[in-house]
C-alpha cells in the first residue's frame, strides 16, 4: 500500500487495473496450455473408444482389450504433462478443474470398461490413478469425475448384453445383471448433492432395467444357463 500513497486517485486505479492484466494474461496462458493437453486426451481416448466398439462385434476380448491398452502409456504421459502445468498455480486445482474433467470422466468409463472386459469387476478409483501415474496428495483423480465416468460405463453394458446374446452368449445377460445389480446398490449408499452426478446414476437405472429385459427374455425362451441368480433377486428387491 505504501508504493501507492503517493499516486492520485486515477492513477491508482490503473496500476490496479495493470496488475488485473496481467493477472488475466498469465491465468489464460495457463488454461490454453491446459485444454491444449485436455484436447491430446481427448483424441486418445477417440482412438481407444474405436478399438473397443470392435468389442460389439464380437470380436474376440483379448484382441479388442490389447489394442485399447496400447494407448494407455501415451495417457499417462498426457496426465503427467497436466499435472506439471497445474503445479505452477498451486492452490489453484480447481480452478482450472473444469478445463479437463470432462475427458478425464470419459478416460474413466473408458478404463472401467476395459478392465470390466478382463475381470468382471469394477476398476477401483485407486486403481485408475495408478494407471494414469496421478497421485492424490498432488494431482489426483476427482471422485467425481470417477463416479460420472462409471455410470458413463454402465450405459456400454446394455448394448454389449444385447450383441453378446445375438452372437450366442446366453450366460452374459445373467452376468451383467449381476454386476450392474451389485453397482447400482453401491451407488445409492451415497448422498449425491451433484445435481449431473445423480442424473448420471438415474440413467443407470434404465440400463439396468434394459439387462434386466434382456435376461427375463432369454430365461423364457429356455436359453438361459443355469447359475448364480442372485443378480435377478437383488434386481427384483429394487425393482
Not at 123 to 136: D, F, N, Y
Not at 171 to 188: E, I, M, Q, Y
Amino acid at each position: 500500500m505504501a508504493g501507492t500513497d503517493f499516486l492520485n486517485p486515477s492513477e491508482k486505479l490503473e496500476k490496479q487495473f495493470v496488475g488485473f492484466r496481467h493477472h488475466l494474461e498469465e491465468s489464460g496462458n495457463l488454461r490454453e496450455r491446459i485444454q491444449a493437453v485436455a484436447t491430446e486426451i481427448d483424441s486418445v481416448t477417440r482412438l481407444i473408444y474405436a478399438s473397443l466398439l470392435l468389442v460389439h462385434q464380437s470380436r474376440p476380448v483379448t484382441e479388442v482389450i490389447e489394442k485399447a491398452k496400447a494407448q494407455i502409456g501415451v495417457l499417462k504421459e498426457h496426465y503427467s504433462q497436466l499435472s506439471e502445468i497445474v503445479r505452477e498455480c498451486p492452490g489453484q486445482h480447481y480452478r482450472y478443474h473444469g478445463d479437463w474433467k470432462s475427458e478425464t470422466q470419459t478416460v474413466v468409463s473408458l478404463l472401467a470398461f476395459m478392465h470390466w472386459l478382463e475381470t468382471g469387476s469394477l476398476v477401483l478409483h485407486s486403481e485408475v490413478e495408478e494407471k494414469l501415474g496421478l497421485t492424490p496428495t498432488e494431482f489426483g483423480l476427482d471422485v467425481d469425475d470417477y463416479l460420472i465416468g462409471i455410470c458413463f460405463m454402465s450405459n456400454e453394458l446394455p448394448r454389449y448384453v444385447v450383441n453378446q446374446v445375438t452372437a450366442g452368449d446366453y450366460d452374459c445377460p445373467r452376468k451383467v445383471l449381476k454386476f450392474l445389480t451389485d453397482l447400482h446398490a453401491a451407488f445409492r449408499m451415497l448422498n449425491l448433492r451433484n445435481d449431473f452426478l445423480r442424473k448420471k446414476f438415474d440413467g443407470m437405472k434404465y440400463d439396468l432395467r434394459k439387462v434386466e429385459e434382456v435376461f427375463y427374455d432369454v430365461k423364457i425362451r429356455g436359453l438361459a444357463a443355469n447359475g448364480d441368480s442372485s443378480g435377478e433377486k437383488h434386481a427384483q428387491g429394487q425393482a
